[in-house]
């Protein structure tokens, strides 16, 4: 991968971890050379030993704490105690609570009683831990989230509750956080796709980012886009925070450029059956079930044949040339499947890993089904290293003022949304398939129509389009 040794410069902020998993966000944050990792406090014991391993090697400067067990039963102030902190001492508070009911990727359930989520028992730690900053990633469709969901045909009948309407779980988290009584908290809500910083991954994720000293943050804009895009770009962009400020648009990383040169032995597979290989072997790279014979499709996808969306992971064999689809949980899945590009075969735990960008030298503990929850749960890396020089430039803004809080107007809680969007590539086009990489086919990504907008949380936009 060329990465550059990491964690080797003295660390000046100190962070404490949530819901950890294999600790992505936090390896993203740490490549910044700004923070310095305390505790990690997560439930499942194969991810609590994937840190403890990693720790033993010494692939992670200092010696975390790992607090195992369920974090509805642990108490933030015996956290701090640990690590020999105060609350209020504490620099940034970071994690990813667990939501998969807010997810768009399956069927959205309802949270009745948001206040009883994990969501909550983070806002539990801010409340008691009252760090500067705080850093929590979660999936998109938390943004439109409703505390209770109403079927769709049911929404015309009457008219719907405060509580129905999307996006009345951010509303209700931001009013609590608003009511916490040790400190004051601005936050700002930040909607971005990893793909368009850098990784090789579509992959969509929400980022909170929080602090106690009214200051207003502003992630960077987007720095690569669809190489069928960049020769399109007009104007430069704002820098990117992360090495020299970039002067054009760069083409967004491939799957070839994350896995391109791995050589594996032995890799460590959860592969398909023979029956799904028999499929897959008839798919080309860049292609899916649309490769197949009409009689193969029918036959293979069953009643899924006759959705009208979502189908696209059906049968899937991804291509060398374009960035990853964002990693499941699961790979030889049917309807969701990344086979390799060349191999009849799902991808490698190593390859995984490759695409969220862990250091080669990391090890995953636990079942291999552990391990791939373990890589396709985790934040891109690449997103907490952006995230990461965001809070260390606040940081150090008010430790220059003395750590003064601001007191000039500024914009209340907001949603910024930074082209998060990746808009669908062509599979099927005039009745007729389209295969990436054909000379004669125009597959390509349709470029986004909407780079950035501002609302406030409370629905009222106080910006437009730009």
Same mark, same amino acid.
């Given at each position: 991968?060329? =990465?550059?040794?990491i964690?080797?410069a003295r660390? /000046?902020?100190? @962070? #404490?971890?949530?819901?950890s998993?294999? #600790?992505?966000l936090?390896? *993203?944050? =740490?490549?910044t050379?700004?923070?310095?990792?305390?505790?990690?406090v997560?439930?499942?014991?194969?991810?609590?030993e994937?840190i403890?391993?990693n720790?033993?090697?010494g692939?992670?400067?200092g010696?975390?704490?790992?607090?195992?067990?369920d974090?509805a039963? #642990?108490?933030?102030?015996?956290?701090?105690r640990?690590?020999?902190?105060?609350?209020?001492?504490?620099?940034?508070?970071?994690?990813?609570?667990?939501?998969q009911?807010f +997810?768009?990727?399956?069927r959205r359930?309802?949270?009745?009683?948001?206040?009883?989520?994990?969501?909550?028992q !983070?806002?539990?730690?801010?409340?008691?831990?009252?760090?500067k900053?705080?850093?929590?990633?979660?999936v998109? *469709?938390?943004?439109?989230?409703a505390?209770? =969901?109403?079927?769709i045909?049911?929404?015309k009948?009457?008219s719907?509750d405060?509580?129905e309407?999307?996006?009345?779980?951010?509303?209700?988290?931001a009013?609590?956080?608003?009511?916490l009584?040790?400190?004051?908290?601005?936050?700002d809500?930040?909607?971005v796709?990893?793909?368009?910083y850098?990784?090789?991954q579509?992959?969509?994720?929400?980022?909170?980012?929080g602090n106690?000293?009214?200051?207003?943050v502003d992630?960077p804009?987007?720095?690569?886009?669809?190489p069928?895009?960049? /020769? /399109?770009?007009?104007?430069?962009? /704002?820098? +990117?925070?992360?090495?020299e400020?970039? @002067? &054009? !648009?760069?083409p967004?990383?491939?799957l070839g450029?994350a896995? *391109?040169?791995?050589?594996?032995?032995?890799p460590r597979?959860?592969?398909?059956?023979?029956?799904?290989?028999?499929?897959?072997?008839?798919?080309p790279?860049?292609?899916?079930?649309?490769s197949?014979?009409?009689q193969? &499709?029918?036959? +293979?996808?069953?009643?899924? $044949?006759?959705a009208?969306?979502?189908?696209?992971?059906?049968?899937?064999?991804?291509?060398l040339?374009?960035?990853?689809p964002?990693?499941? @949980?699961?790979?030889?899945?049917?309807?969701t499947?990344?086979?390799?590009?060349t191999?009849t075969?799902?991808?490698?735990i190593?390859?995984?890993?490759?695409?969220?960008?862990?250091?080669?030298? $990391?090890?995953f503990?636990?079942?291999?089904s552990?391990?791939y929850?373990?890589?396709g749960?985790?934040v891109?890396?690449?997103?907490?290293?952006?995230?990461?020089?965001v809070v260390?430039?606040?940081?150090?803004?008010l430790?220059?003022r003395?750590?003064n809080?601001?007191?000039q107007?500024?914009?209340g809680?907001?949603?910024?949304y930074? &082209?998060?969007?990746?808009?669908?590539?062509?599979?099927?086009?005039d009745?007729k398939?389209?295969?990436?990489?054909?000379?004669?086919?125009?597959?390509r990504?349709?470029a986004?129509k909407? &780079?950035?907008?501002?609302r406030?949380?409370?629905?009222?936009?106080?910006?437009?389009?730009c």
């Amino acid at each position: 991968m060329g =990465h550059r040794p990491i964690y080797t410069a003295r660390m /000046q902020y100190k @962070t #404490i971890s949530l819901f950890s998993g294999a #600790i992505g966000l936090d390896i *993203g944050l =740490h490549r910044t050379d700004r923070f310095e990792l305390l505790a990690c406090v997560e439930k499942v014991p194969a991810f609590c030993e994937t840190i403890r391993r990693n720790v033993e090697m010494g692939r992670l400067d200092g010696r975390p704490l790992v607090f195992e067990g369920d974090i509805a039963n #642990i108490d933030p102030l015996d956290v701090l105690r640990a690590v020999g902190l105060q609350p209020g001492e504490l620099d940034v508070l970071v994690g990813g609570p667990p939501c998969q009911s807010f +997810s768009t990727a399956g069927r959205r359930g309802t949270t009745q009683d948001p206040r009883g989520t994990l969501l909550w028992q !983070f806002l539990r730690f801010v409340d008691v831990m009252r760090p500067k900053f705080f850093v929590m990633e979660n999936v998109r *469709g938390l943004i439109s989230a409703a505390v209770r =969901h109403r079927p769709i045909d049911q929404r015309k009948v009457q008219s719907i509750d405060p509580e129905e309407s999307p996006g009345s779980v951010v509303r209700l988290f931001a009013r609590d956080l608003q009511a916490l009584s040790g400190a004051k908290y601005h936050m700002d809500v930040f909607e971005v796709n990893s793909v368009n910083y850098g990784a090789p991954q579509i992959r969509e994720r929400v980022l909170f980012i929080g602090n106690r000293y009214d200051a207003q943050v502003d992630f960077p804009l987007p720095t690569h886009r669809s190489p069928l895009e960049t /020769q /399109q770009a007009a104007s430069p962009i /704002q820098a +990117s925070l992360l090495d020299e400020p970039p @002067t &054009q !648009f760069m083409p967004w990383r491939t799957l070839g450029d994350a896995i *391109g040169g791995l050589q594996e032995d032995s890799p460590r597979v959860m592969d398909f059956s023979d029956r799904k290989k028999a499929y897959l072997a008839m798919v080309p790279p860049g292609s899916n079930w649309r490769s197949l014979p009409e009689q193969v &499709q029918r036959e +293979s996808m069953g009643k899924a $044949w006759l959705a009208k969306g979502g189908r696209s992971g059906w049968w899937r064999r991804l291509t060398l040339e374009l960035p990853s689809p964002t990693l499941v @949980t699961l790979p030889n899945h049917a309807s969701t499947s990344l086979c390799h590009p060349t191999q009849t075969r799902a991808l490698s735990i190593r390859k995984y890993a490759r695409i969220q960008e862990f250091p080669d030298e $990391w090890e995953f503990r636990g079942t291999l089904s552990e391990q791939y929850t373990q890589v396709g749960n985790a934040v891109p890396t690449r997103l907490g290293l952006v995230a990461g020089n965001v809070v260390a430039a606040a940081l150090d803004k008010l430790k220059s003022r003395d750590w003064n809080p601001y007191e000039q107007l500024r914009e209340g809680y907001r949603i910024v949304y930074l &082209q998060s969007h990746v808009r669908t590539r062509h599979w099927f086009k005039d009745g007729k398939t389209i295969v990436w990489g054909d000379d004669d086919d125009d597959p390509r990504y349709s470029a986004a129509k909407t &780079q950035r907008t501002v609302r406030a949380i409370s629905d009222t936009v106080s910006s437009g389009a730009c």
